[in-house]
């Protein structure tokens, strides 16, 4: 798996759909990455913060058509939801949650994605999602996958990131936040 790459299913993961005119430039506002220089058929990591710059949620974002999809862990959909609604006040924006494809496998490590695939580093190496298991890749065990996380430095949530924790200090800014892009609560 360190070497060849492998696949495992995608469980526990929510999808809201963020819509409307005003929805890039909300987007803006609310998460630590710039959703103008999101890259079609690329996920980014982000971070939703609270006005104290603590942890709210750490998510991936991707361009869809005229939307963005925010992907967020199901343990945090309805706190992520309240949040980002709370500041919806003038703005052309629509929040509505989408069924997750399911079964949905992760593919990484395996130098190659098939064209028109999205891709996501969930596990710090470059990777696809797909509906299906590819022929001839391990799939990896759930212990298998938490030693990859941990040995690349991959915080979780509810492991090493909470509501008190600071991007900073589980070193998310190198990777999550954008920090030319201009004012985000929690900045």
């Not at 999809?69 to 924006?93: F, G, K, M, N, W």
Request: charged share 25%; hydrophobic share 40%.
């Amino acid at each position: 798996l360190l070497d060849a790459g492998g696949a495992f299913p995608i469980e526990g993961k929510a999808l809201i759909r963020v819509g409307g005119a005003d929805h890039i430039r909300y987007l803006n506002g609310q998460l630590t990455s710039d959703a103008l220089r999101l890259s079609p058929g690329r996920a980014k990591s982000t971070l939703l913060l609270t006005v104290k710059g603590k942890l709210c949620a750490p998510l991936w974002i991707w361009k869809e058509a005229a939307s963005m999809v925010i992907e967020v862990d199901e343990c945090l959909l309805q706190a992520t939801l309240d949040r980002l609604e709370r500041y919806i006040i003038s703005d052309d924006v629509t929040l509505t949650q989408v069924p997750s494809p399911s079964p949905a496998f992760h593919v990484f490590g395996t130098g190659r994605s098939p064209d028109g695939s999205r891709i996501i580093s969930r596990l710090g190496v470059e990777g696809y999602d797909s509906g299906s298991l590819p022929d001839g890749l391990l799939q990896a065990a759930p212990e298998e996958r938490e030693f990859l996380r941990i040995r690349r430095g991959i915080p979780r949530w509810g492991f090493e990131l909470d509501a008190t924790t600071l991007p900073q200090e589980a070193r998310l800014e190198s990777d999550s936040v954008d920090f030319d892009k201009g004012c985000y609560v929690g900045q």
